[in-house]
């Protein structure tokens, strides 16, 4: 039986091993660190001096073991001591130490003291709002990660020491032209039954930035589907007139968004038998920079179409791809 234990604990450190190489980034100890030797008599004698009120004598042992090797119970201790002492915002670091150590550590108010309760619940909350921080920086970790790898296919056209974060963004106008192709999936898209067509899409937008990490403003696609297999030329057209904001973020190269459109569009064959109805339009993209005032980017999403799709279809559903020229003024 014991056997079978010591083997299953291997598999599992093995398989931690494998987790923290693959995701050091998020990686969290598993639970507390164990007291050493000299830690854990330090720990014993320092909760020895608590329980006598030698809050003084107390510090010290914790103190010192936490030197000889910090654990959780040490440092959850020591906060209870500085409590004792009056130094709360030095308990609280320390119990914001105690969650590094062990994240699964937590006090009930049934068995502490109100204030060491409030400065835990300090604690856990400075500690929670450290870890939304960290969980942010994920995203600019990615983006220096796509910039590595995309960087020699821009460098060819990015002037010398051209980067987005040496661009003003806040209050800015961008002029933006797109083209690109567009995908209509749906029922009765056809006059021959097909259930896709695609063809050519082109636009533009002006969007206006407040700050650097939010712009919106108006925008205009025009879209033609030529039908396959039509016994005479023909094509469904869409236009689309309404308005966009995105939600960005910035790398030294690249400026990443996601975005939500939506308003009005019509659709018709051959720019006849006309139909109306609303669109709305999530999207994902990307521009890289190439002057200080001029980037170039793609974009990808879906766009659904209502009343305005294909005609004799309550919804339609458009996949544009688009190749984007951006003017910064």
């Known amino acids: 039986m014991l056997a079978k234990q010591g083997y299953g604990k291997r598999l599992l450190a093995g398989l931690a091993v494998l987790l923290l190489a693959a995701f050091p980034a998020r990686a969290q100890p598993a639970g507390p660190t164990p007291p050493s030797g000299a830690g854990e008599e330090h720990l014993k004698r320092g909760v020895a001096c608590y329980e006598q009120l030698n809050y003084g004598c107390a510090k010290k042992e914790f103190e010192a073991g936490i030197a000889a090797g910090e654990t959780a119970p040490l440092h959850e201790h020591l906060a209870y001591t500085l409590i004792a002492l009056g130094e709360e915002e030095q308990a609280a670091a320390h119990f914001r130490r105690v969650f590094e150590l062990d994240p ?4 009930s108010p049934k068995k502490v003291s109100p204030k060491i309760y409030r400065v835990y619940r300090l604690a856990r909350r400075r500690h929670e709002v450290e870890q939304e921080k960290k969980k942010k920086s994920i995203l600019a970790e990615s983006t220096r990660t796509i910039d590595q790898f995309f960087s020699g296919i821009v460098e060819p056209i990015q002037n010398q020491g051209v980067s987005w974060f040496a661009v003003d963004l806040d209050k800015r106008l961008y002029l933006e ?16 039954s097909n259930t896709y067509e695609g063809g050519l899409t082109f636009g533009a937008g002006l969007l206006f930035g407040p700050n650097e990490h939010l712009s919106l403003g108006p925008t205009v696609r025009y879209s033609t589907h030529p039908e396959r297999g039509a016994p005479s030329p023909t094509s469904l057209d869409i236009l689309q007139a309404g308005a966009e904001i995105r939600f960005q973020e910035f790398s030294d190269t690249f400026l990443f968004y996601l975005a939500l459109g939506g308003g009005g569009a019509w659709s018709g064959r051959d720019n006849v038998n006309t139909e109306t ?17 001029l980037s170039l980017g793609v974009s990808g999403g879906l766009t659904v179409l209502d009343g305005a799709g294909a005609p004799g279809n309550d919804r339609t559903f458009e996949v544009p791809v688009l190749f984007q020229l951006s003017y910064l003024y």
Do not use: D, Q
Not at 104 to 107: A, H, P, Q, T
Not at 177 to 192: A, R
């Open 177 to 192: 032209l797109f083209t690109g192709f567009s995908l209509v999936v749906g029922e009765k898209i056809s006059t021959t």
């Open 104 to 107: 699964s550590f937590r006090l």
């Open 277 to 293: 109805g609303w669109y709305i339009a999530p999207s994902i993209g990307a521009r890289a920079i190439v002057t200080n005032n």
